[in-house]
């Protein structure tokens, strides 16, 4: 039992580094932190003004892919060529988990 509690502990801080790391793999870094703005709003923003939103992993997931602009500034996101649409589902669904 014990066993059990310590690699369910151990799994999940190693499914947000995975993730994280697909995000400095793919550039999202340049320009998004976890808890501050740099060219494009922190993460934590972006999680925290979604929080109430169903279908924000589909929008957000849609706007890495193609880019735009308008929500958080006069700054577009450039469309992130490099993501497939099921690695801009895994992205959108992490940075919807940042706190
Ligand atoms: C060249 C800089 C740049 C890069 C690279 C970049 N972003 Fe962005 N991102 C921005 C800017 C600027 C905005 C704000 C756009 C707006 O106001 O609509 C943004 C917005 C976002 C949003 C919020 C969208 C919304 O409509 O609220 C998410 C989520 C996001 N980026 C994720 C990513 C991910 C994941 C990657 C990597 C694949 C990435 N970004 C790469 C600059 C960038």
Known sequence: MKAL???????????AMANQELAQKKNCMACHAIDK???GPS????SAKYAKDKDAAKKLA???VK??????GPVPMPANTQ???????????WVLTVK
């Open 5 to 15: 509690i310590l690699s369910l502990a151990l799994i999940a801080p190693a499914a």
């Open 37 to 39: 703005k740099l060219v």
């Open 43 to 46: 993460y934590k923003d972006v």
């Open 62 to 64: 849609d706007k890495i």
């Open 67 to 72: 880019g735009g602009s308008g929500v958080w």
């Open 83 to 93: 993501v497939t649409p099921a690695e801009a589902q895994t992205l959108a669904k």
